[in-house]
């Protein structure tokens, strides 16, 4: 190797340049190993899982580490005071623009956002291992998860809505006492969610036995089952408790949720066996004797050609139907027929007791939308015991007059019920309204009031009969007027 020339030593001693050296105390590398140093004496806690992966750098250093992060910023800055003589770098990573490092980023091992990520992180977006210290929860708050709180404290935590659990009450005397307590604070949420865990710990019997002392928990448990529609249990509580007329009730409630006419017949029947009160006893037997009278019928009807089928379609089956729709559709179709056939009206009225005014209204309504004003005049036709007819309605006949109307009767028709009407205000008024003159005159004659004629006259056409038969009223002298 030639010995180096002695003006090449004076260059070299004389330029404002430095050659590179490893070992060089004063530059700013061996400020930042100063850093290192100390900030290494911040460790990360000795507990810390052994197991955990790391990724190392091509010189080894674990990626993320605070001595990588130092070499990482002091080849930035030796980069930076090197310009004249570039040299290779052993270590793959990208140069950075200054540093992009702050206290944080040298625990986390992260670049603030407008630095460059290094080769190594590049490689990856997964998150880092961070190497702050961790704050962990205090061991106080592992009550949170775990079973060893007592019932007072338990409900105490349901009120507040904090994490609790139930399981650990095992025993019998526990969960009675979790239920006590649950009632204590008089909380409804709070006792369902004790009831509901009750439920599915605790056997039918055993649970029946102990709300029998406890009337507010049975009543939180009563209303649970109603509203999550648990009709078979609900029946067996107010069985075991006693209460034979409720749960013949709620039995009976089931029918509502069978769609098959014939099954919800046969389950009608099987509950007339059932302890009712004498007035639910009769009102079940009725449902059951109604749908089975109304089988019959639609049954029947389907298969019918007489003349009102083809004039007047049905619109509906008559099944699971109300009483007086039933006595309605019957009035409609069945009209007349014998006492003895099950689609008589007379015949539903008498089975199902129905009185002398609803029947009437009823009937009324069905011949009425016919047109048909001799089944009309039947209705109220009676006779004394002398044998003379005469007119008599248990409704009143102005109401009689109403529907009449609603169904465009016409005017004779109307003109002779609204002079059934008793009282002579409702009568004018009637006529009035529905303009039944020859009623107006003979209303205004009665009361002798020849001002109102004279108004009422204007109020017609000329020459027809009505205006003839003031203009006579008025000539008659034999009247004696008020006015």
């Given at each position: 190797?030639?010995?180096?020339?002695?003006?090449?030593?004076?260059?070299?001693?004389?330029?404002?340049?430095?050659?590179?050296?490893?070992?060089?105390?004063?530059?700013?590398?061996?400020?930042?190993?100063?850093?290192?140093?100390?900030?290494?004496?911040?460790?990360?806690?000795?507990?810390?899982?052994?197991?955990?992966?790391?990724?190392?750098?091509?010189s080894g250093e674990p990626v993320g580490s605070i001595s990588w992060s130092v070499k990482e910023t002091a080849s930035s800055i030796r980069s930076g005071s090197e310009q004249s003589f570039p040299k290779i770098d052993t270590t793959p990573s990208l140069s950075k623009q200054g540093s992009g490092y702050s206290l944080s980023s040298l625990f986390k091992a992260k670049s603030k956002p407008g630095a460059f990520q290094s080769?190594?992180?590049?490689?990856?977006?997964?998150?880092?291992?961070?190497?702050?210290?961790?704050?962990?929860?205090?061991?106080?708050?592992?009550?949170?998860?775990?079973?060893?709180?007592?019932?007072?404290?338990?409900?105490?935590?349901m009120q507040k809505g904090r994490p609790f659990s139930l399981e650990k009450f095992r025993s019998l005397q526990d969960k009675l006492l979790l239920l006590d307590e649950a009632v204590a604070v008089y909380d409804g949420n709070v006792i369902t969610a004790v009831l509901i865990f009750l439920k599915k710990s605790l056997s039918k019997e055993i649970l029946f036995r102990e709300l029998m002392a406890r009337d507010v928990a049975l009543r939180h448990y009563v209303h649970y089952l109603k509203e999550m529609g648990e009709q078979k249990l609900l029946?067996?509580?107010?069985?075991?408790?006693g209460r034979t007329e409720d749960m013949a009730l709620m039995h009976y409630k089931e029918h509502l949720n069978i769609k098959d006419e014939g099954r919800r017949r046969d389950f009608l029947k099987s509950c007339l066996s059932l302890p009712f009160s004498q007035d639910d006893a009769t009102h079940v037997q009725d449902h059951y004797t109604l749908l089975e009278r109304q089988i019959i019928i639609e049954a029947s009807d389907k298969k019918a050609d007489a003349e009102i089928f083809k004039k007047?379609?049905?619109?509906?089956?008559?099944?699971?139907?109300?009483?007086?729709?039933?006595?309605?559709?019957?009035?409609?179709?069945?009209?007349?027929?014998?006492?003895?056939?099950?689609?008589?009206?007379?015949?539903i009225r008498k089975t199902f007791r129905i009185s002398e005014k609803q029947y009437i209204l009823t009937a009324l309504?069905?011949?009425?939308?016919?047109?048909?004003?001799?089944?009309?005049?039947?209705?109220?036709?009676?006779?004394?015991?002398?044998?003379?007819?005469?007119?008599?309605?248990?409704?009143?006949?102005?109401?009689?007059?109403?529907?009449?109307?609603?169904?465009?009767?016409?005017?004779?028709?109307?003109?002779?019920?609204?002079?059934?009407?008793?009282?002579?205000?409702?009568?004018?008024?009637?006529?009035?309204?529905?303009?039944?003159?020859?009623?107006?005159?003979?209303?205004?004659?009665?009361?002798?009031?020849?001002?109102?004629?004279?108004?009422?006259?204007?109020?017609?056409?000329?020459?027809?009969?009505?205006?003839?038969?003031?203009?006579?009223?008025?000539?008659?002298?034999?009247?004696?007027?008020?006015?």
């Open positions: 190797m030639t010995r180096a020339k002695p003006e090449d030593d004076e260059y070299w001693n004389s330029s404002k340049f430095k050659a590179f050296t490893f070992d060089d105390e004063d530059d700013e590398f061996s400020q930042l190993k100063e850093s290192k140093r100390a900030v290494n004496s911040i460790l990360v806690d000795e507990d810390e899982d052994e197991d955990d992966v790391e990724r190392v750098s091509w080769f190594s992180e590049s490689f990856s977006d997964t998150s880092f291992r961070t190497y702050a210290p961790e704050l962990r929860k205090p061991k106080s708050d592992g009550k949170d998860f775990v079973s060893d709180l007592s019932p007072e404290e338990t409900v105490r935590r029946v067996e509580l107010l069985k075991a408790l007047f379609p049905r619109k509906a089956s008559i099944l699971n139907m109300p009483i007086i729709t039933t006595l309605y559709y019957s009035c409609f179709y069945h009209y007349g027929e014998s006492e003895g056939t099950f689609s008589s009206p007379s015949n309504g069905a011949r009425a939308k016919l047109k048909s004003w001799f089944d009309v005049d039947s209705l109220f036709n009676t006779k004394n015991w002398l044998g003379y007819t005469k007119k008599k309605s248990p409704i009143g006949f102005h109401r009689v007059v109403d529907i009449l109307h609603k169904n465009s009767a016409p005017v004779q028709v109307l003109q002779e019920y609204v002079n059934l009407i008793d009282d002579p205000d409702l009568k004018l008024s009637g006529a009035l309204k529905y303009k039944c003159h020859d009623v107006v005159i003979n209303t205004y004659r009665d009361l002798k009031d020849r001002q109102q004629l004279i108004v009422y006259r204007e109020k017609l056409e000329r020459d027809s009969p009505e205006y003839r038969k003031i203009q006579e009223l008025l000539n008659n002298v034999q009247i004696r007027w008020k006015n």
